[in-house]
């Protein structure tokens, strides 16, 4: 597997809001870290991980290959979906450490933006570890 593969499997799962597909790109024993300080390890893991994407709709991702080797590889990505619980947007509030953003009661959730930096180690068919950096914000109406 190349960069280029693992970034078409990671669109489409995340697309499809699936943890089995997540999952799947990676060893039995791959690391995903979503932030320097977390890491999921396993199939398990990764897969209760991913289970927060299904709190998203109308999920979009793009990417670009910055940079590729025979088993890593370094790529810029975009992520849009729309907020489908209260439950996730509280989740997003206080994962960027300025709280919630003021919001009249009965005002509808927010499409949200990431942008991000994934590097992947891959070994074979599979992604022995990869880990993200990313930012979000609402976005602009």
């Known amino acids: 597997m190349d960069i280029e593969k693992f970034m078409q499997g990671y669109k489409a799962a995340w697309e499809a809001r699936d943890p089995e597909m997540f999952a799947a790109l990676f060893h039995p024993d791959g690391l ?3 932030t320097p300080f ?3 390890r396993g199939p398990a893991e990764l897969k209760a991980y991913w289970k927060r994407v299904q709190l998203q709709e109308d999920v979009r991702l ?3 290959i910055l940079a590729s080797a025979r088993n890593t590889g370094i790529a810029h990505w975009h992520v ?3 907020v489908a619980s209260e439950e996730l947007f509280e989740i997003w509030a206080k994962s960027t ?3 919630l953003p003021d919001r009249n009661p009965g005002d509808p959730l927010p499409r949200m933006a990431l942008d991000g930096i994934l590097q ?3 070994e074979g068919d599979r992604c022995a570890e990869a880990s ?3 930012h979000s914000t609402p976005e602009s109406t």
Do not use: K
């Open 120 to 122: 992947a180690r891959l």
């Open 132 to 134: 993200i950096w990313w």
């Open 32 to 34: 995903y870290r979503n």
């Open 62 to 64: 793009t990417f670009e």
């Open 38 to 40: 977390q890491v999921q």
């Open 80 to 82: 849009s979906y729309q």
């Open 97 to 99: 450490g300025t709280g």
